[in-house]
């Protein structure tokens, strides 16, 4: 067996539906036991991926491997890929024994065997003793459970699962996020997680793949997405984020000092994907967090600017404030944590210094 | 959480790729679906299509004592305007269907309104009710009106018994009357099941967003109900209107001879008369005469519908 | 009505006062229409019946006296077995060819995509509107054009013909009311296409499928007008009715055939309406 790092290689892929292009051109590779999400707004291609990867949607152009094997011509029951559907997709005609034993019959064991094996599944899903049970008798959460038992007890190579938690409230799924994260981890198959709550992406996955239109645009840990976006629109989708257009007026290496207009001047740090040359025109962005909100004015020139207090919002854990600049068409957002009792001492219309650090300032291409 | 249920690497065969037109068929979706669509689409073929054909081409024969001469001629379909019975009996016919149209489908519409609106409970029960009798023996249904209209028929014999007349009424049977009210009946619950599913489908937000907006009843009902049931009241109308044109059991049973329609005359083509070219030119000339009258009243329903969007914004 | 009243009407909703301005009164005018309709479609038909217990050879009022003597004649008559018998035969393979064509077929269309399914759906469709006659006469044209002769065999294939388009929404509509994502999972979990669907699209198609058989029948089993052309020296049993009309000796018992017809497909597609309807009604509806 091929026991190179990646398990699944994407290369080159497309897929077309007529005119449109639900994936464009993707290549990128998914490591052996890896946590992987695909993330992305609405209707990007995700889906569509998860199924190009399962077998039921072949590629218009370009290739997939599993294991090092090429995928092409190999339909979904020949692939060593199991899938958790976004509705779960119960068979209502089977209790949930037969369901979770559904994939067996192919695996050549004995009756015996396979009954223990869906016992121990039953187990491992917290739900022993609902063997018996019919497919309607079981709610949203233990639905979810018994569509990742069937999956699981073939011993896929990789897990694919389309938004699985999307059909669940929201305590439910924030249990679910961390059991699964544990599940993962005990059993060391790769997951593919479709999603796209950009919290739950964050929270559960080891790496991170932002799509847009049919295109990967970043592919990332947790970490380095959040703070090191490659282009305007990752940064935008994941958390919120400040930005301001500006012109390079000098570059040392990695640093830079950004003329922002209204915003003053700016010192950064580019993050090696960008080349910063005198006289570029860059964005600069900022995330709401890390810009620190004063009363007085502080004594730097640069990464500094005046505003005047906005509309605030109280979100307990933390307060947005929204700080109107001269020259700025939108306010800039500032999230300041409620490490004290928050008392209410920002008034509307005071006058506030905004200032951040350098190496909180993302550069980004314009 | 431990689980020997799982182990970490999974060992399974090696995935074989599919040979050739496995191949073939798993990257072309299409060809799956014509595929498994061949053996439904090629017996349409078979038994519709290609005997339609033959129909035509008999058409342009003509029948030689017990043969078929099967020289090219338009002669079948000089002879239909030569005797003008022909066309005189295509527009009866056309016309006796339009009236049963009309006639089934404003009495069925309160009917549908009903089902779709005032139902409640018991949906499934009045839909089976509708149903039932259009599935069972068209014969049948034919044959009780012969029964009911007839000389020592259910009415007269029953009108005779109660005394209120002496001699039987003759005008009930065998003429186009008794046709229309046969056929009337005969196709009722094929045009309750279009409309009620078109009104079944409006929004009811709609209809409370008209009377919000100061509609009364029946302005929201002209407004409102009426043109957004139109695509089913249109397709009910086909639906009768198309088969009806071409019957021959019904003028046959009920009609007498002043009540014959084109059907007729077509059937006894392929009978008696044993002139099948002559038969086929006519109905082809019959499916030709209800294409036109389809497509003239589509463009008019087109027309009506268009206008009254007109109006109404 | 006045944006007032139709408040009034809304907050009158809100106490769970049955009428409100959708409803009107449930028992209002459209519902003794409603009656009435029901009465104009099922009166006539009751006729069959009730005449057939009539002990008197006319069929005219007053009613004479109860008798089943025209259902032991009917019983008696050997025409009438034989048409039965070659009625039962066609139906059985009418069903079953058109329901296998209709599964074949509402597959293909609820689970493919494919050019040009509209018009193909539309050719399929087409028997619908088709004037009978128009196929009854080019079936027996091309019967004679390929030297065959008329047979229960071309009534059969005529009848196929027309219980396809029927079969086949039947199980759209069946196959729609079901997600493609079992199907899916089933391949997904292991199983060829051949396994799954005897695993998952059958059984979850099942009353689809057996809705279809007995309308198929039914079709097959009333069915006259394509008959009467295709018919050779068997008849089936609406071609014996309508060979013993002319004989007004013949009536009576005619009138108990039709009566039990009438009984026998009513039980048969009250029963497949009520199992394709169950949970469906709008979407099934839409369908015929
Ligand atoms: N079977 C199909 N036929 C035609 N277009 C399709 C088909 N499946 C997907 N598409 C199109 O491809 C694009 C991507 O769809 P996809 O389902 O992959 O999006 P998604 O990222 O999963 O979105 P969502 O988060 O809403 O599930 C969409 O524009 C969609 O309309
Ligand atoms: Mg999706």
């Known amino acids: 067996m091929n026991q190179s790092k990646a398990i699944i290689a994407i290369k080159d892929c497309s ?18 036991g890896e946590f992987f999400s695909l993330l ?36 979904p029951h020949h692939r060593p890929t199991n899938m958790v559907f976004q509705n779960y997709a119960i068979f209502p005609h089977l209790n949930v024994r037969k369901n979770i034993a559904y994939g067996m019959r192919t695996s ?23 063997g018996g049970r019919a497919a309607h008798q079981l709610s949203g959460g233990q639905r979810q ?94 958390g919120s984020m400040n930005f301001f257009d500006g012109r390079v007026s000098s570059a040392a290496g990695e640093a830079a000092t950004i003329d922002a207009g209204p915003i003053g001047q700016v010192r950064g740090v580019a993050n090696g994907r960008l080349k910063v040359n005198k006289g570029d025109a860059i ?36 307060s947005y404030f929204y700080v109107n600049v001269v020259g700025l068409a939108k306010p800039i957002a500032v999230a300041s944590q409620n490490a004290d009792r928050a008392t209410g001492q920002h008034r509307a219309d005071q006058k506030v210094w905004l200032t951040w650090r350098e190496e909180s300032v993302v550069l980004l291409d314009r | 959480m431990a689980n020997k249920a799982i182990a970490a690497s999974a060992a399974r065969a090696a995935p074989r790729p599919a040979s050739g037109v496995s191949a073939f068929f ?21 038994a519709m299509c290609v005997p339609v054909f033959m129909l035509t081409a008999h058409s342009f024969w003509t029948q030689n004592y017990l043969t078929i001469d099967k020289t090219f001629t338009f002669a079948n379909y000089v002879q239909f305007w030569e005797k003008e019975i022909y066309f005189k009996l295509l527009v009866k016919s056309i016309k006796i269907s339009a009236i049963v149209t009309f006639t089934t489908v404003v009495l ?33 249904r034919v044959f009780a009106w012969k029964i009911i209209l007839g000389f020592n028929g259910v009415i007269n014999s029953g009108l005779i018994s109660l005394g209120l007349i002496q001699e039987p009424l003759e005008f009930l049977l065998y003429n186009p009357t008794a046709v229309i009210i046969t056929l009337a009946h005969a196709w009722a619950a094929f045009v309750i099941l279009p409309i009620y599913v078109s009104l079944e489908k409006i929004d009811r937000s709609l209809l409370e967003a008209a009377t919000d907006l100061g509609d009364g009843p029946v302005s929201r009902f002209l407004r409102v109900t009426l043109p957004l049931s139109m695509p089913g009241v249109i397709a009910a109308c086909l639906f009768v209107f198309i088969p009806t044109v071409g019957d021959y059991v019904t003028p046959k049973l009920v009609g007498g001879t002043e009540g014959i329609m084109i059907g007729n005359i077509i059937q006894s083509q392929f009978g008696k008369a044993n002139n099948w070219p002559l038969g086929s030119a006519l109905s082809i000339y019959m499916v030709f005469g209800i294409t036109l009258c389809v497509l003239g009243f589509l463009l008019v329903a087109r027309l009506i519908t268009k206008g009254g969007s007109l109006k109404a914004s | 009505m006045s944006i007032v009243a139709s408040k009034a009407a809304k907050s009158a909703a809100h106490v769970h006062v049955p009428s409100s301005i959708m409803e009107g009164r449930p028992y209002g005018g459209l519902f003794f229409y409603a009656v009435f309709y029901l009465s104009f479609i099922y009166i006539p038909v009751l006729f069959l019946p009730l005449f057939s217990f009539n002990d008197s050879i006319y069929i005219a009022f007053p009613l004479k006296g109860f008798t089943t003597k025209w259902y032991g004649e009917m019983a008696a008559s050997n025409g009438l077995i034989e048409a039965l018998k070659n009625s039962l035969k066609v139906g059985t393979a009418v069903c079953i060819i058109s329901t296998i064509f209709g599964v074949l077929a509402a597959k293909a269309m609820t689970r493919y995509r494919f050019p040009a399914k509209g018009p193909i759906t539309g050719l399929i469709m087409l028997p619908f509107v088709v004037p009978g006659i128009i196929l009854g006469i080019a079936l027996l044209i091309l019967t004679y054009s390929m030297g065959m002769e008329l047979s229960l065999f071309t009534i059969a294939v005529s009848h196929v013909l027309l219980a396809v388009p029927f079969s086949m929404l039947v199980l759209i509509s069946r196959m729609e009311g079901f997600d493609k994502n079992l199907e899916e999972a089933s391949l997904d979990l292991g199983e060829g296409p051949w396994r799954t669907f005897w695993q998952v699209t059958f059984p979850l198609t099942l009353p689809g499928i057996v809705a279809s058989l007995l309308l198929c029948f039914s079709v097959s089993f009333d069915e006259f007008i394509l008959a009467f052309f295709l018919s050779g020296n068997e008849a089936t049993l609406p071609i014996y009715i309508w060979s013993q009309l002319r004989f007004p000796s013949k009536l009576p018992s005619v009138l108990a055939l039709g009566a039990c017809i009438f009984v026998f497909s009513c039980v048969l597609v009250t029963f497949s309406e009520w199992l394709r309807r169950r949970g469906v009604q709008v979407k099934t509806a839409s369908s015929v």
């Open chain 1, 15 to 32: 897929k077309h539906f007529g005119p449109v292009r639900a994936v464009d051109d993707i290549s990128f590779d998914i490591d052996r």
């Open chain 1, 40 to 75: 992305g707004p609405s209707g990007c291609g995700k889906t569509t991926l998860l199924r190009m990867l399962a077998g039921f949607e072949q590629p218009s152009m370009g290739n997939i491997f599993i294991d090092g094997q090429p995928m092409a011509g190999v339909p």
């Open chain 1, 108 to 130: 050549g064991l004995g009756r015996g065997e396979i009954n223990a094996k869906v016992d121990e599944m039953l187990e491992l899903i917290k739900l022993p003793g609902f």
């Open chain 1, 145 to 238: 459970r018994v569509a990742l038992a069937r999956a699981l007890i073939k011993k896929p190579k990789v897990l694919l699962l389309d938004e699985p938690l999307g059909a669940l409230d929201k305590k439910l799924r924030e249990e679910m996020q961390l059991e699964l994260r544990l599940l993962q981890r005990s059993v060391g198959i790769t997951f593919v997680f479709v999603t796209h709550d950009q919290e739950e992406a964050l929270t559960m996955s080891d790496r991170i793949a932002v799509m847009s239109m049919g295109k990967v645009l970043q592919i990332e840990t947790p970490t380095r997405l959040y703070e090191m976006p490659n282009c305007r629109e990752v940064a935008g989708f994941i």
């Open chain 1, 283 to 318: 964005t600069v962005a900022i995330r709401p967090e890390k810009i620190n909100l004063s009363n007085e004015q502080p004594n730097v020139g640069h990464n500094v600017v005046e505003g005047k207090l906005g509309p605030s919002t109280y979100l307990g854990d933390r």
């Open chain 2, 26 to 46: 798993l990257k072309h979706e299409w060809a799956r679906g014509y595929t498994l669509l061949s053996p439904t689409l090629g017996v349409m073929i078979i």
């Open chain 2, 108 to 140: 069925a519409y309160p009917m549908a309104y009903f089902m779709a609106f005032k139902v409640k409970k018991n949906k499934l029960v009045w839909l089976i009710l509708i149903t039932v009798p259009f599935w069972t023996s068209f014969l049948l």
